[in-house]
């Protein structure tokens, strides 16, 4: 028999490339305006306390239980079944998945309003013309991919790099043209805006937050190609920090060149459209190509990701089987189809959304709360049992810190989330748990215990009431 060839593994810095490029996608090129509607200065500064330090605590789980539980080698998945079950497992890796797919939604739905500044027919991403063009494109990224997971993410790496360098023009400019008094009259809230208590000025922002935080768990998810295991937890946390940097410079930024009102009523991307009004038309020109490379470079990464989560699940059984296969260049290429065709689906119902961009950003969110309490809790349950830490009993109050803030973290993010985008996530649960009856019919498997039948049925209900919301249009899309 012909041997295996071994994987190549990634280095650190592939790894923290593979974080980065994860997290810099569409989000922040979308911050300015963004944020000009939810708040001032001050609030942004309390949602990024609250949003950087929340998402610090989870990137330190995900360091942890990279270090203590290396056998898991599927990241967000495999961390909730392994503390709560299999189908809370299921539901966490069905999350993720269909999350991540909706994200590559957005990412296309962005690029067209991008190209639609200076070509009218893409309109605002979401005509017939922009879902063509997108669909041309989900397919020739598709084949790419399909010819090695290596290659795709080397080409990753070259491309963070360069999807840098117009966001660091963009934070230079700003900062060389800062007027303190335009940031003092924007500080409290700026002229013209509604009055909203600091509270519901926070919560405006965090489904926000979360959507430019996904990717922080990418260097989990891949952990099984890391030449060291303890690169997994050091790519998390440099790629936390350099991002959250970036993140939090293009949002402050422009409050001190622009009037608020005049922030939140731009076009997204609203990066671009901000530096038009600082530097002249070749500000937009330049972002928008930045942003071109950027979010095309995200949705490269997040093609990788969302194939190798459906098949860490197909190859644990967890998931159908058939998803757990790799072709001959390594590439779990029926994990990959699967996914390309939900995407496909998703870029076609665009064309009925009054806002795609931030329906795709907030469901993308919504979608990822679950799976992230879940990683949160359970390393919780590790801290609290001790287990683990035998050899290392001091680390354990320390963890027991970090994963308890996590846990309040996602908890209130669930709860900023809303009734309607929790009702829509519901109506793709529910539904999605026939690949659960699949895989457990495969295995000849008890299919629920009774904590999971109550789980199931509440999901049901809620997907039924989600789905009487959108008939009677009192929820909107």
């Not at 709560?84 to 939604?105: Q, R």
């Not at 005509?127 to 598709?142: C, D, E, K, N, P």
């Not at 969302?306 to 260049?329: H, I, Q, Y």
Request: aromatic share 14%; with cysteine; glycine share 10%.
């Amino acid at each position: 028999m012909a041997a295996t060839p071994s994987l190549q593994k990634l280095s650190l810095f592939a790894l923290t490339a593979m974080v980065v490029g994860s997290m810099v996608g569409s989000g922040i090129f979308s911050l300015p305006r963004t944020f000009g509607i939810a708040t001032g200065p001050f609030g942004a500064i309390f949602a990024w306390c609250i949003a950087g330090g929340g998402m610090y605590t989870l990137a330190r789980v995900f360091q942890t239980l990279a270090e203590r539980k290396p056998e898991l080698d599927a990241g967000v998945y495999a961390y909730a079944k392994e503390g709560f079950g299999d189908y809370p497992g299921f539901l966490s890796a069905f999350g993720y998945w269909i999350g991540s797919c909706i994200g590559n939604v957005s990412y296309w739905v962005l690029i067209k309003s991008t190209l639609g500044a200076f070509f009218p027919v893409f309109g605002d991403g979401n005509t017939v013309t922009a879902i063509i063009v997108a669909s041309i494109g989900i397919w020739l990224f598709h084949f790419m991919i399909l010819r090695g997971v290596q290659q795709a993410a080397a080409i990753n790496t070259i491309v963070t790099i360069a999807k840098i360098v117009p966001i660091l023009v963009f934070i230079v400019i700003l900062a060389t043209a800062f007027k303190a008094d335009l940031f003092g009259a924007n500080f409290w809230g700026g002229k013209g805006m509604p009055d909203k208590s600091l509270f519901e000025q926070i919560r405006a922002t965090m489904l926000v937050t979360v959507f430019v935080f996904l990717g922080i768990e990418g260097a989990s998810v891949y952990s099984r190609y890391a030449k060291e295991r303890a690169h997994v937890g050091a790519a998390t946390i440099f790629g936390f920090a350099i991002v959250t940097s970036l993140m939090v410079l293009v949002t402050m930024l422009p409050y001190a060149v622009l009037p608020r009102a005049d922030i939140a009523g731009m076009r997204q991307p609203s990066m671009a459209t901000v530096l038009e009004a600082v530097v002249g038309h070749w500000g937009a020109i330049f972002v928008s190509v930045g942003l071109l490379v950027s979010v095309l470079g995200a949705y490269l990464a997040w093609s990788l990701i969302c194939a190798e989560v459906l098949s860490a699940a197909g190859r644990t059984k967890d998931m159908p089987a058939l998803f757990g296969t790799e072709n001959a260049n390594k590439v779990p290429a029926a994990a990959l189809w699967l996914t390309n065709v939900i995407v496909q689906l998703f870029v076609i119902s665009t064309y009925w959304s009054q806002d795609a961009f931030a329906l795709m950003l907030n469901l993308t969110s919504v979608m990822s709360l679950i799976p992230f309490f879940l990683v949160a809790a359970y390393g919780l349950l590790l801290a609290r049992r001790g287990e683990t830490y035998e050899k290392s009993g001091g680390d354990r109050t320390r963890d027991m810190i970090f994963t308890g803030i996590a846990v309040v973290y996602t908890l209130f993010l669930i709860y900023a989330a809303g009734m309607k985008f929790l009702l829509l996530s519901l109506i793709l649960y529910a539904p999605g748990t026939a690949l659960y009856f699949w895989a457990r019919l495969e295995q000849k498997a008890r299919v629920f215990s009774a904590v999971e039948w109550g789980i199931f049925i509440a999901a049901a209900v809620g997907a039924a009431v989600g789905i009487h919301g959108l008939a009677t249009g009192y929820i909107t899309i």
